[in-house]
């Protein structure tokens, strides 16, 4: 393994890392819900035992950004997925079993080392190389490869090898094999030089809160995130209980148009960007916008379903436009504590979409995507906003 990597760049050994860290986490996170009530847990524990754990990251994330700089983000990353392997192995043993305190500490312990890992691999690359192309490249491998994961879960689901019937805990320790395979090359990246300069965290924040750019940025992630959870964070069961699915009509249906929204991402960033970003982030959030107000007013089904397949397949399109212009004006030295505060604030929206989620989903999904669709509107508001702060700001330096 460390000859085959040795014949290619560090950021491209970031990439293959990247590779199987995103099939492992699509292909656990789309059986993660589904694993759940398997093990007796309803929707609304379910809801509440993610939001729970999205909100423990944030703490942790709090705690840690002391301590993250981009001499320690290898150290970080490799002991993230060290813990991550084993949370995933115990939830493996503990299935079936009628221990859910245990159950749901490793739930909590694996999304937080999923979610550190997250927010370190781009400023990993960024000591290495900074472009909004390559932003949006990182962004198109994890795509990519999580739908991949959702393939390999696709096509394993529900089989038989032998006396084996592969069932979600099977396709979970299938998961482990590929981070394992992350955790193997993030060890073998060497020679990596980086700013060993510590910047403090309350300097990065004053400095944020100086750029109202990033500012105003930094509070429509949290908005977009709220949106985007409340109305698709419990995709799986609103597929599977809500649309009558089974769960391999589910994997492939979110397998299909996974891919699809990664062609149309890869297209997007190469051909059908707009110059006109007001017109992009109109593509990329009113549409969606629309079609989640029409499901919720004519309250059918079948428009729900349209609109969450417009919503997944426009997701990885059009991030050179809507995050990357933001992120890369963060100079390299508060890259990484500024990552990090991004990182945590979009959990927080993230957190409470869950919550939101488990409430609306009682009285019915089209309730999903009307609170959705509510939140939208000042997601789109800010959004347009920082356009034309951007503009202006071009303006006046020419």
């Given at each position: 393994?460390?000859?085959?990597?040795?014949?290619?760049?560090?950021?491209?050994?970031?990439?293959?890392?990247?590779?199987?860290?995103?099939?492992?986490?699509?292909?656990?996170?789309?059986?993660?819900?589904?694993?759940?009530?398997?093990?007796?847990?309803?929707?609304?524990?379910?809801?509440?035992?993610?939001?729970?754990?999205?909100?423990?990251?944030?703490?942790?994330?709090?705690?840690?950004?002391?301590?993250?700089?981009?001499?320690?983000?290898?150290?970080?990353?490799?002991?993230?997925?060290?813990?991550?392997?084993?949370?995933?192995?115990?939830?493996?043993?503990?299935?079936?079993?009628?221990?859910?305190?245990?159950?749901n500490l490793f739930i909590i312990v694996d999304t937080i080392c999923?979610?550190?890992?997250?927010?370190?691999?781009?400023?990993?690359?960024?000591?290495?190389?900074?472009?909004?192309?390559?932003?949006?490249?990182?962004?198109?491998?994890e795509y990519l490869f999580s739908d991949i994961g959702i393939l390999?879960?696709?096509?394993?689901?529900?089989?038989?090898?032998?006396?084996?019937?592969?069932?979600?805990?099977?396709?979970?320790?299938?998961?482990?094999?590929?981070?394992?395979?992350?955790?193997?090359?993030?060890?073998?990246?060497?020679?990596?030089?980086?700013?060993?300069?510590?910047?403090?965290?309350?300097?990065?924040?004053?400095?944020?809160?100086?750029?109202?750019?990033?500012?105003?940025?930094?509070?429509?992630?949290?908005?977009?995130?709220?949106?985007?959870?409340?109305?698709?964070?419990?995709?799986?069961?609103?597929?599977?209980n809500g649309l009558h699915f089974s769960d391999g009509e589910a994997?492939?249906?979110?397998?299909?148009?996974?891919?699809?929204?990664?062609?149309?991402?890869?297209?997007?960033?190469?051909?059908?960007?707009?110059?006109?970003?007001?017109?992009?982030?109109?593509?990329?959030?009113?549409?969606?916008?629309?079609?989640?107000?029409?499901?919720?007013?004519?309250?059918?089904?079948?428009?729900?379903?349209?609109?969450?397949?417009?919503?997944?397949?426009?997701?990885?399109?059009?991030?050179?436009?809507?995050?990357?212009?933001?992120?890369?004006?963060?100079?390299?030295?508060?890259?990484?504590?500024?990552?990090?505060?991004?990182?945590?604030?979009?959990?927080?929206?993230?957190?409470?979409?869950?919550?939101?989620?488990?409430?609306?989903?009682?009285?019915?999904?089209?309730?999903?995507?009307?609170?959705?669709?509510?939140?939208?509107?000042?997601?789109?508001?800010?959004?347009?906003?920082?356009?034309?702060?951007?503009?202006?700001?071009?303006?006046?330096?020419?």
């Amino acid at each position: 393994m460390e000859k085959i990597l040795s014949k290619f760049k560090n950021e491209n050994k970031i990439l293959f890392m990247l590779a199987f860290f995103s099939i492992s986490k699509g292909l656990w996170e789309n059986f993660r819900q589904l694993w759940l009530q398997d093990n007796n847990l309803n929707v609304t524990e379910i809801s509440q035992i993610l939001g729970i754990a999205t909100f423990c990251c944030v703490i942790v994330l709090i705690i840690l950004a002391k301590q993250l700089s981009q001499d320690r983000i290898k150290k970080i990353i490799s002991i993230s997925l060290f813990i991550k392997v084993v949370s995933l192995m115990a939830l493996y043993l503990l299935n079936h079993t009628p221990d859910s305190t245990l159950i749901n500490l490793f739930i909590i312990v694996d999304t937080i080392c999923q979610n550190i890992i997250i927010i370190s691999i781009y400023p990993f690359i960024v000591s290495i190389k900074k472009e909004d192309k390559l932003y949006s490249k990182r962004k198109l491998v994890e795509y990519l490869f999580s739908d991949i994961g959702i393939l390999v879960g696709g096509m394993l689901i529900g089989r038989s090898i032998g006396n084996l019937l592969i069932d979600y805990n099977i396709c979970l320790l299938v998961s482990v094999v590929f981070l394992v395979l992350a955790f193997i090359i993030v060890i073998n990246i060497k020679n990596i030089k980086v700013d060993k300069e510590r910047v403090e965290l309350k300097k990065t924040i004053q400095y944020i809160i100086k750029d109202k750019i990033v500012f105003l940025y930094i509070v429509d992630y949290l908005v977009g995130n709220m949106a985007m959870n409340t109305g698709l964070g419990l995709k799986m069961l609103m597929l599977t209980n809500g649309l009558h699915f089974s769960d391999g009509e589910a994997t492939n249906f979110l397998l299909a148009v996974g891919l699809i929204a990664d062609v149309i991402g890869i297209m997007a960033l190469k051909y059908f960007t707009p110059k006109n970003d007001y017109l992009t982030i109109t593509i990329k959030f009113g549409i969606r916008m629309a079609l989640y107000w029409i499901a919720y007013i004519s309250n059918d089904l079948n428009i729900c379903l349209i609109a969450m397949t417009w919503s997944i397949l426009i997701s990885t399109a059009y991030e050179n436009i809507s995050d990357a212009p933001y992120i890369n004006r963060i100079r390299n030295e508060y890259q990484m504590i500024f990552t990090n505060i991004r990182y945590t604030i979009g959990l927080v929206g993230t957190a409470i979409g869950l919550y939101f989620a488990g409430i609306m989903y009682n009285f019915g999904i089209v309730y999903n995507l009307g609170l959705s669709a509510f939140i939208m509107i000042f997601q789109i508001g800010i959004a347009y906003y920082c356009i034309y702060l951007r503009k202006k700001e071009n303006r006046s330096k020419q």
